[in-house]
């Protein structure tokens, strides 16, 4: 392998942020854990290393990425640790119980702008002006979800409308960067099983929830499938603009056809246990 990379990931000490943080580490990349709570980002990062490649190294660090603060912070931890870094992937966020848009709650409202828009604008605004001032640049992942393309679904609302939001940003950026030594990139990892998606679900046994089980058997894949693939993604490098999508609408419709014939089982009991 050629100079290990310096790959930063917030919120990574669970889901599909932490499944990343673990392939970069098999691969021997050195990685920023990072998630609000300093304890749970050093823990992530101490038990990613014992499964890691000699070369690479973690090290975990707190961030709340609805504080500029906490992410200029993060950006020069990283910087201290590692004297780089390569690539910045903006993946924290969160999502809410679905509800009526004129139901919404305020906290969610909040929760969801601060950290999915806000952040991650305030996020992306660090490493471009990190990045920018190293020789090789580096290159700025913004993760996709639903609403990204535009598609809508009731009580999705506030949810996808961070995220249409995100992609305006990207498109803009993208034409201001455009003879940037800074990349920008889109990161699609489709339908994960994850905290985020079994909240989306609703109350098990309704009938909101045993219709959304049955397209997420579908659709839907875990953690340990999807990383693998995107970290190969993302290791090769694409231009700026580069798009990575695990779930296209090829392999979408490809599944729905298949499901005539064939049953996934995707989602498991320990799933949907309560707390």
Known sequence: MTQPLVIVITGSTRG????????????????VVSG???????????EIQRSANGESRLVGIGCD???RSDIERLWQRSVDAFGKVDIWINNAGVSHPRQRAGELHSRDIVAVQQTNLTGVLH???????????QPEGGTIYNMEGFGSNGMSRPGMSLYGASKFALTYFNQALLKELSSSKVKVCYLSPGIVVTDLLKRDMGKAGS????????VYEILADRVETVSPWLVEQILRMPASGGRIAWLTSGKAARRFFGSLFRRRQVLRP???AAD
């Open 36 to 46: 609000r709570s300093p304890e749970a980002a050093n823990a992530a990062a101490n």
């Open 123 to 133: 996020a992306t605004q660090v490493a471009l002006k990190g990045m920018s001032l």
């Open 270 to 272: 320990a799933d949907f």
């Open 16 to 31: 599909i942020g932490k499944g990343l943080a673990v392939e970069f580490a098999k691969r021997g990349h050195h990685v």
């Open 65 to 67: 990425i609805a504080r």
């Open 207 to 214: 009938t909101e929830f045993e219709r959304t089980r049955k």
